[in-house]
């Protein structure tokens, strides 16, 4: 501040002496102090400038710094959150396969059963397996979807076929083609049945009722 002052002064003092040289011989004797008067002004406003231009880069680079350090630790958590879902979903496939083993032990067994003792009790060993298999899905949280006899629900299940059933009400699932699989709220894959018609129209649940 002190040197801008003195500038500021010195500046004065040369514009002082340039009009007094002005009035005492003319406007000729004076354009070099006043040349020497404009730079020197043009100096202090310079020296004013400084420091606002030197803060205003230093704030720049602050916040560039910030920019640069957010996007780091931002790559850095992504990276890591996608590395966990990959352990996740790596885990739940080992689950799954660790829990499908056994039955796949079992079909083998009831195969060589069969190809030792013939197709006796064949039948019975693949059932079983069956419901092996479908309780180790159910374990991990898989849910069959067989509607037969209920209502059809097009989200559940894809209709390949129309029935007349005047004894039921209209859109029963007469019969299951391919069961359905339903995981959490997420249907896998919908169920293929066939639907009646000609039967009376189905009545509204009393649960409809009550969220209308």
Do not use: C
């Amino acid at each position: 501040m002190a040197k801008k002052q003195d500038i500021v002064s010195e500046a004065e003092e040369i514009l002082e002496e340039a009009e007094s040289k002005i009035e005492d011989e003319g406007a000729g004797a004076a354009d070099a102090p006043a040349a020497e008067a404009k730079e020197t002004a043009d100096q202090a406003a310079e020296a004013a400038e400084g420091p606002k231009e030197q803060a205003a880069q230093a704030e720049v680079k602050e916040w560039q710094d910030k920019f640069m350090r957010l996007h780091a630790e931002w790559d850095t958590y992504r990276r890591r959150t996608n590395e966990a879902r990959e352990e996740e979903k790596t885990r739940a496939t080992e689950g799954l396969v660790e829990n499908l083993l056994p039955v796949i032990d079992d079909f083998e067994r009831s195969i060589g059963y069969a190809e030792e003792n013939g197709e006796a009790g064949l039948l019975d060993g693949v059932k079983q397996v069956h419901t092996k298999l479908v309780e180790v899905l159910t374990k991990n949280g898989v849910e069959v979807i067989d509607p037969v006899g209920e209502a059809f629900d097009a989200l559940a299940a894809q209709a390949v076929a129309k029935v007349e059933d005047a004894s039921v009400p209209d859109e029963t699932v007469a019969e299951v083609y391919q069961k359905g699989y339903r995981m959490g709220r997420k249907v896998i894959r919908p169920a293929m049945v066939t639907v009646t018609t000609g039967g009376p129209a189905r009545e509204v649940e009393e649960e409809d009722d009550a969220e209308g």
